[in-house]
Nanobody, 124 residues
């Protein structure tokens, strides 16, 4: 498994931006995929975005495509989620996750390492 530590959450007004970071450590990542998921109060966890460490191919959920961008810094072992044009419905705890997959994936079952989560609150 890999150890993950998220940061960057906070309170922002609708239309604003935030950048989440996820620092990864503990193993080699060449076969790894990293993802962001979120869970709002009273709702199920949902996929946000995913990226392959090797090659950098990405996948974004329809609900965030064009507003959120996942990226990674190979040297810093850090994955980012740049969030723009934030909406109140983006309010949730955001979790970073790591797993094995040959492609960027929205399948939560393929992720075996999870961070503690960081709160993002978007006010209207």
């Amino acid at each position: 498994q890999v150890q993950l530590a998220e940061s960057g959450g906070g309170l922002v007004q609708a239309g604003g931006s935030l950048r989440l970071s996820c620092a990864a450590s503990g193993r080699r990542f060449s076969m790894y995929v990293m993802g962001w998921f979120r869970q709002a109060p009273g709702k199920e966890r949902e996929f946000v975005a995913s990226i392959r460490w090797s090659g950098g191919s990405t996948l974004h959920a329809d609900s965030v495509r064009g507003r959120f961008t996942i990226s990674r810094d190979y040297v810093k072992n850090t994955v980012y989620l740049q969030m723009t044009s934030l909406k109140p419905e983006d309010t949730a705890v955001y979790y970073c996750a790591g797993g094995r997959s040959s492609v960027a994936t929205d399948r939560a079952s393929l992720y075996d390492s999870w961070g503690q989560g960081t709160q993002v609150t978007v006010s209207s």
